[in-house]
Nanobody, 126 residues
Framework: QKQLVESGGGLVPPGGSLRLTCVAS????????IGWIRQTPGKEREVVSCISSSGRSTNYADSVKGRFTISRDNAKNTVYLQMNSLKPEDTGVYSC???????????????????WGQGTQVTVSS
């Protein structure tokens, strides 16, 4: 079964840190760009960060620039999202999603998603 599985969410106080992990099973991530998407009730889904298949291209939403870092280890079929200086407005369900990237330079394309994970809850609260 081909799937993406996220982990690493939880409850942290403002200013805290979490590292989310997205692991692919049943297929290899070598030719897939990955996006991390945040869903908050009452708001549209937001792609907070993405990374190309090679890792050479990354992008961040303005709301998380300077605080979040995306990385990947293709040998482990895994993508990470390090989240520092967390704020209450970062609360939401974080999902990873994959889209094809044969060039190695194209970040995640939400219009061409091939795989979605179930998501992991992140709650930032004191």
């Amino acid at each position: 079964q081909k799937q993406l599985v996220e982990s690493g969410g939880g409850l942290v106080p403002p200013g805290g840190s979490l590292r989310l992990t997205c692991v692919a099973s049943g297929f290899t991530l070598d030719h897939y760009a990955i996006g991390w998407i945040r869903q908050t009730p009452g708001k549209e889904r937001e792609v907070v960060s993405c990374i190309s298949s090679s890792g050479r291209s990354t992008n961040y939403a303005d709301s998380v620039k300077g605080r979040f870092t995306i990385s990947r280890d293709n040998a482990k079929n895994t993508v990470y999202l390090q989240m520092n200086s967390l704020k209450p407005e970062d609360t939401g369900v974080y999902s990873c999603a994959a889209s094809i990237d044969y060039s190695g330079y194209v970040c995640y394309d939400r219009l061409s998603t091939d795989y979605w994970g179930q998501g992991t809850q992140v709650t930032v609260s004191s």
